[in-house]
């Protein structure tokens, strides 16, 4: 009999500890359900804002899809083997179907080089400019294509009116460089009609006379240059030649007036695209004013040299230099410190290296010679961020007086 109330009050107990139980699992439903709640919740707004991003980037990339779709300017996307992955309509309509073809290979080749680096000639008429940006990470590259054909058309034309309005400009003093030698050859040209002159004064006026129709001509010759300006050729020039022929050309007359002549060739092989005549005819305009500088006993140093994609060729003389006060207008267009000059010869020496995608330097130091440094681009071309600092100043004019 004792037993049954110690039965009862252990069952008791067990059911205490039952209801608590069932307690505590009942907040803690309630407390998982709530968290569920809140969870759900929050991924609902996570959801919306995935949503929301989603269809923001949908409209960008469509938006993006429009805007390449309506650019003048090609864009084609390389991969990292330079096949081309993407291209826009507008590089469609220029090099046709070019997705999945190597760009260097089946594209590039097509091209034809200009004097200017990132320019080309597409099927001989069009001109592009075309820029290259790396894609970081994947090692793919965009290319930038625009068509510059009519503002190179442009170019060319405002440079001719330049020279134009300088002829204009300088008419009177062309005038009177025509009437001078003109006059002085027409009064040695009188002479020869005395009945009375000798064989020997008759040979003199007469040489005189031919002096002046010379310098007339050459005259004559360097307006029309400068006022057709230079355009640039599509011949190979190995540098090496172009010295050759230079040497040739000068020596003799720089032995005739007493000077000694040096050449100094480490162009290694190097090769320029252009217009050989043209550049000859800059190169030896300098050494002309070269000697003009010199007196007897003086050495002129014609040197070459490559680096950075371009060869660098110097004319150096141990001369009389250039003043400070005439320095700045050595380029300008008629101006001459020479009574018999022309002061034409160095203008067209500046728009032969302009029109080559060059640079000219000049170093000089009164009464300690001056220096004609030429840069022109070679076939390795530099990187367009490289090239337009380097082009920015196409001319340079440093005094290296003491």
């Known amino acids: 009999m004792d037993s049954i109330p110690g039965n009862k009050k252990r069952l008791e107990e067990a059911f205490s500890i039952f209801t608590q139980a069932s307690e505590q699992l009942s907040h803690s439903y309630q407390a998982l359900q709530q968290r569920v709640e809140q969870l759900t919740s929050e991924l609902a707004v996570a959801n919306g804002e995935l949503r929301s991003q989603f269809i923001e980037k949908e409209a960008l990339s469509e938006r993006l899809s429009l805007i390449l779709s309506a650019l003048p300017g090609g864009v084609v996307v390389l991969d990292a083997s330079g096949k081309a992955a993407e291209a826009n309509p507008a590089s469609l309509a220029m090099f046709g179907d070019v997705v999945g073809k190597s760009w260097a290979d089946d594209v590039e080749s097509g091209l034809q080089q200009t004097g200017t680096p990132g320019e080309w000639i597409l099927q001989g008429a069009r001109r592009l400019s075309i820029a290259k940006s790396s ?14 054909t009519e503002t190179h058309n442009m170019k060319m034309q405002m440079q001719r009116n330049q020279r134009l309005s300088a002829m204009g400009e300088m008419a009177a003093s062309l005038a ?38 010379r310098h007339l001509e050459q005259l004559i010759k360097d307006m029309l240059l400068f006022v057709k300006g230079e355009t640039v050729g599509d011949e190979d020039i190995q540098v090496s030649s172009l010295l050759g022929e230079l040497q040739q050309v000068i020596d003799p007359q720089m032995k005739a007036r007493g000077l000694a002549f ?94 080559h995608g060059g640079r000219i330097t000049v170093k000089s130091a009164t009464g300690h010679g001056s220096e004609f440094i030429l840069e022109l681009p070679t076939g390795l071309r530099l990187p367009a961020e490289q090239w337009n600092k380097r082009a920015s100043d196409m001319l340079r004019i440093e005094s290296i007086d003491e």
């Open 135 to 148: 894609l970081g990470a994947s090692d793919g590259q965009i290319l930038m294509i625009q068509d510059i």
């Open 262 to 355: 040096e050449l100094r060739d480490e162009s290694r092989g190097a090769a320029l695209k252009g217009s050989r005549k043209a550049l000859s005819g800059a190169l030896l305009n300098l050494l002309e004013n070269a000697m003009q500088a010199s007196t007897s006993g003086g050495r002129i140093t014609l040197c070459a040299n490559q680096e950075d994609g371009y060869a660098v060729i110097a004319v150096k003389d141990e001369g009389r230099g250039v003043e400070s006060r005439v320095r700045e207008r050595l380029f300008e267009p008629f101006f001459t410190t020479r009574q018999e000059g022309t002061g034409l010869g160095l203008a067209i020496v500046r728009a032969v290296v302009q029109s």
């Open 176 to 213: 009177h460089q025509l009437r001078t030698p003109l006059a002085t050859a027409m009064l040695y040209t009188s002479h020869l009609g005395k009945e009375d002159l000798s064989q020997e004064e008759r040979g003199r006026f007469a040489e005189k006379s031919l002096a002046r129709l």
